[in-house]
Structures are given as structure tokens and as C-alpha cells.
């Protein structure tokens, strides 16, 4: 099957089932849920409904015979959050007894992140900040808020204060044999939304934009922001951030890590914080990033991860406040490429790195307030 063979939600679908053995949000079944209730949104028919509930079965189905890790993007947390996305499009999509297996585990999961796990680290892909993007998916108001402010209370634990602000630093133990010795004992501050700070300042924005923060939550935000603000450094090959604290050197322009990832938090917390100052500083980084050369970006696919479609995203959200010429020259490049095809994809047809979050990328629709199907990638703003 061609790259350009995957561009349709028919395709797809009959990759997800030729590979029921995948059923994560990143590169799997409920990736595909995902797009399909958001498809089913914009145009309901009677074969994406069915679509719908074919796909449904294999989810439950996996939930029934695996023991699955407690994550966003690879584990059970993010099949929860493409029910939720599905029954927040319609709730007749999701049956009543996956409804109610929704509901009954509510309370298992804000145990099991109460419980401190030493492996739940901070991230959004694996870890506590993911868990608490299902909040701001959950469609119960009142569950929401508890899983949400167990969440924000044990990610106030795992945080530091620092100079300028507050800090999530990842410990050694989260890092692969790649990272350099010093980080790997001491651990350091990951730049990038998927896995450091950004990631929990879009967490603590969104719960403050959609009414599920607690007292301290607006404080955390502030301080978390002013910490991303002061870790700004000298540029390097067109970046002022590198992919973490004790690195020297440049990085590439995705979602995941750069200068836009951190922009775009930064842009959020602004919008959260009614900081104009903030926001400012957001748009000045990221049109600085935009006009460097086209080399130094890095973009090697298409991909929401770290390609086209994920800076497109991204920077078509920016572009909703302030339509800035180089956020619109750098879109329609972006579009562009897209449309040629001249870097595909391998086959892949995962939301996270394939062709999945593309299509979803490019059919993206009016906002659902906190249950846009972006919350897992950027919490909706």
C-alpha cells in the first residue's frame, strides 16, 4: 500500500483492522477512532457510523484480553480519551456498556495516579500531564475535576522551584543509554511539549481555560511559564531552545520539541493568564523561528509529530489571533508539500507519526470547546 493509498478514512480503517494487534492513540485503533468520530462530526453517514463501531469493538476487545500500560498515547488512558472524544461528537456512537465502563473506572484511575507510582513520570506521552488531558476530555464535569486535581497535586510534588519560576525535571530513570552521563544522574528540564515543561504548562492552561482548575492552579501556570521564559537561550542554527536544559545546540521545528512547541505553550498560557506581555513574547518567538532558513527546520515527513502537518497545526492556531505574514507564507508552504506527496510517510498510518493525524490535520473543524480532538496534542487552544 502507497503513501497516497492511505489518505482516506476507508484506508484507514482496513489498516487499523489488518493490525489489531496496535490499538494505541499514537499508531493504532483508538488513533483511528479518533479521526473517525472527528470525520463522523463534520458529516455524519451511516458508513462512518459503522466504521465507528466496528472500530469500538476492537478497542473493547483489546481491553478485555491485555494488560495494558496506564498512558495516553500507548496505553489504556488513551483509549478512554477516543471514547470520550466519540461520545462527546454523539453520545449514541459509544454503546451504553463502554459508557458505563468509562464511568465505573473513574475512580481507579485518579487511585492509581494517588498511589505515586515511582514509573509515572510527569510527560505528556506516558505520563501524568497525559493523564490529565483525559481529564479535560471527560465528559462528566464532576469526574473531571477530581481526576484532574489529583493529577495537578501529584504533579506539584514532582515539581522544583527554580530562579525565575517552577520546573518538571525528568529523573534519570526516564532517560534512554543515549542521554549524556551528567543528565542521566542528575536528570535535567525537557524543552519539548511531548515530554518536559511545555507539556505541563498546556496541561495547567487548559484547566485553567475550561474551568477545572483548583486554587493553586493559576499560580502553577504563572510560575511554570516564567520558568519556560528564562530557559530561552542565545540562538543556535535559528533556535533559542534546544531539546533540554543541559544541551548546547539548535533544534528542529515540530509540535514535539523547538521553538514553536515552546511558543505555542507560552501562547497559551498568555490566553489562560489574560497576559498580553506573555503572548507577546510567544508570537516574537515563534515569527522569529519562521523566518529563519528553510534547512534549519528539520521537518522530514508529514507527520503531526514532527512534521509538516504538526506545525501547520500549531501555527494555524497562533494565526487565529494574529495573522502574521510569515505564519501564512509558511502555512501555505506547508499545505503545499503536503499535497505533493514528496515525503511520505512509509506506510505509516498512526496518528502520531503517519498519515492519520495528517488527514486529521487537514479536516480540522470548528473547536469543541475542551473536547476539540487536539487536547492529547495541544489541549484544544
Known amino acids: 500500500m502507497s503513501p497516497a493509498d492511505l489518505n482516506t478514512e476507508e484506508a484507514q480503517h482496513d489498516a487499523m483492522l489488518a493490525r489489531p494487534e496496535e490499538i494505541s492513540l499514537a499508531n493504532g485503533a483508538a488513533g483511528t477512532l479518533l479521526l473517525q468520530a472527528h470525520l463522523y462530526g463534520l458529516a455524519p453517514t451511516a458508513a462512518r457510523r459503522a466504521r465507528i463501531a466496528e472500530t469500538i469493538e476492537v478497542l473493547v476487545a483489546a481491553v478485555q484480553s491485555r494488560d495494558l500500560p496506564v498512558t495516553l498515547w500507548t496505553g489504556l488512558v488513551g483509549i478512554l480519551y477516543a471514547f470520550e472524544y466519540a461520545h462527546a461528537v454523539d453520545p449514541a456512537l459509544l454503546p451504553s456498556p463502554v459508557a458505563a465502563f468509562v464511568a465505573d473506572i473513574d475512580e481507579l484511575l485518579a487511585g492509581y495516579v494517588a498511589r505515586r507510582d515511582a514509573s509515572l513520570g510527569f510527560d505528556l506521552i506516558t505520563g501524568l500531564a497525559g493523564i490529565g ?44 543509554p543515549l542521554a549524556p552521563a551528567e543528565s542521566r544522574k542528575h536528570g535535567h528540564v525537557d524543552l519539548g511539549v511531548a515530554h518536559g515543561l511545555p507539556g505541563v504548562v498546556l496541561l495547567l492552561a487548559g484547566a485553567l481555560r475550561h474551568g477545572l482548575a483548583t486554587g493553586d492552579t493559576t499560580r502553577y501556570l504563572r510560575e511554570g511559564a516564567a520558568a519556560l521564559v528564562a530557559l530561552r537561550g542565545e540562538p543556535v542554527d535559528g533556535a533559542c531552545y534546544p531539546y533540554y536544559s543541559s544541551q548546547r545546540g539548535g533544534s528542529r521545528l515540530a509540535w514535539c520539541y523547538g521553538d514553536l512547541s515552546v511558543g505555542f505553550a507560552l501562547h497559551a498560557a498568555g490566553a489562560a493568564l489574560s497576559d498580553p506581555a506573555l503572548g507577546e513574547t510567544a508570537h516574537v518567538l515563534v515569527a522569529e523561528r519562521l523566518a529563519q532558513p528553510d534547512e534549519s527546520f528539520g521537518l522530514a515527513d508529514h507527520a503531526l509529530c514532527h512534521g509538516h502537518a504538526g506545525v501547520l497545526h500549531l501555527v494555524g492556531k497562533m494565526a487565529r489571533e494574529r495573522a502574521e505574514p510569515v505564519y501564512l507564507r509558511r502555512m501555505a508552504a506547508w499545505r503545499a508539500a503536503i499535497a505533493d506527496g514528496a515525503q511520505p510517510l512509509a506506510g505509516h498510518t498512526g496518528l502520531l507519526e503517519g498519515s492519520g493525524g495528517v488527514l486529521l490535520a487537514l479536516q480540522d473543524g470548528v473547536a469543541r470547546g475542551r473536547h476539540h480532538w487536539d487536547v492529547c496534542l495541544c489541549m484544544g487552544f
Open 133 to 176: 488531558t483525559y481529564a479535560l476530555m471527560r465528559s462528566d464535569g464532576g469526574a473531571a475535576r477530581e481526576l484532574y486535581r489529583t493529577v495537578e497535586s501529584v504533579l506539584a510534588e514532582q515539581s522544583e522551584s527554580a530562579a525565575a519560576g517552577r520546573v518538571w525535571r525528568t529523573a534519570g530513570r526516564f532517560l534512554g
